[in-house]
């Protein structure tokens, strides 16, 4: 399963997953319901499951991707924060995970503890998001990260990572892409890409941070483009004004201002349209896509047709 997966990543064939946000509750079956209902899982490469985004209570975003994995038999891309675990918690899940044979895991930082829903949580946090992608390395040369063999041996594990969409200084950015694929990552997730200027900006910087790193797997290492489409306009003032290393244009906020003076079903409308031609034009000229739409499987499955 996993080797298809990587095969059709690694290769010039459409690539498609679709991040889930498990329940804040005790059963996922009425997400993996509603994406039967949209016939999503014939539609994609895979999924992804998150962990804890925002530090909100969540379930288990490990145990949702075994689930998800084993309902749909595609792979899943589990998340793992630093924010929670130490590297004794970090080896112990990736191990267990990998007895169920999930093995695409998305290393994150995570979001500040101070952030959460939660009284008084603390942060474990005992590095960032490089500690997991090096864990990962040890692992699949047989070895913990104290460097005492495994037995048995696991699975190869493929490391995935994420990267901003954009920053006043790109250059500065690339140095994180260059970064994460020396520590082993195999692929990067961008955060959403709103133009094509952007998109064909980062490709180039990847390409260019695959020459820079030292690491050997780099040269092998891909890039995803995240889309996030956006269907009001306050989500696009919103992610524009208040989320860090995303930039969406000045023209699709324009658009989306107007169209919501004519009512909510103009700004849908007229939302989609520029989602479903930013999710095109960038299928068109790369391929590699992961939308994120907070569960929203309807407007995932419209979008990719």
């Known amino acids: 399963m996993f080797e298809k997966f990587c095969d059709i990543l690694c290769n010039d064939k459409k690539f498609i997953t679709v991040e889930i946000n498990p329940p804040h509750g005790a059963s996922i079956d009425h997400i993996l319901e509603d994406i039967k209902k949209h016939k999503l899982h014939e539609k994609v490469t895979g999924f992804s499951c998150t962990d804890n985004p925002l ?137 959403p890409v709103y133009n094509m200027e952007n998109a064909k900006e980062l490709l180039e910087l990847f390409e260019e941070a695959k020459e820079m790193s030292v690491r050997d797997t780099a040269k092998e290492a891909h890039l995803i483009l995240g889309q996030f489409p956006i269907v009001r306009a306050r989500t696009a003032n919103f992610i524009d004004d208040k989320v860090p290393g995303i930039s969406v244009p000045k023209n699709i906020i324009d658009e989306m201002n107007l169209a919501a003076m004519d009512g909510e079903d103009k700004e849908q409308e007229v939302g989609f349209a520029l989602s479903k031609r930013i999710f095109d034009d960038v299928m068109k000229e790369h391929g590699k896509v992961h939308l994120m739409t907070h569960n929203r499987f309807d407007l995932c499955s419209e979008l990719i047709g």
Do not use: W
């Open 55 to 191: 530090a909100k209570l969540k379930m288990s975003g490990v145990l949702s991707a075994i689930k998800v994995q084993q309902t749909f038999n595609k792979p899943v891309i589990a998340t793992m924060s630093m924010r929670d675990k130490n590297k004794l918690s970090l080896q112990s899940t990736l191990l267990g995970a990998n007895d169920f044979d999930l093995r695409c895991i998305l290393a994150l930082t995570g979001d500040p503890a101070k952030f959460s829903d939660q009284p008084e949580v603390k942060g474990v946090l005992e590095r960032d998001s490089t500690l997991l992608l090096s864990i990962i390395y040890h692992l699949n040369n047989g070895v913990d990260y104290s460097n005492k063999p495994l037995n048995p041996a696991p699975k190869p594990i493929y490391p995935f990572a994420v990267s901003n969409s954009y920053a006043r200084n790109m250059k500065s950015l690339q140095k994180r892409i260059v970064k994460k694929l020396d520590y082993g990552a195999r692929a990067i997730i961008t955060q």
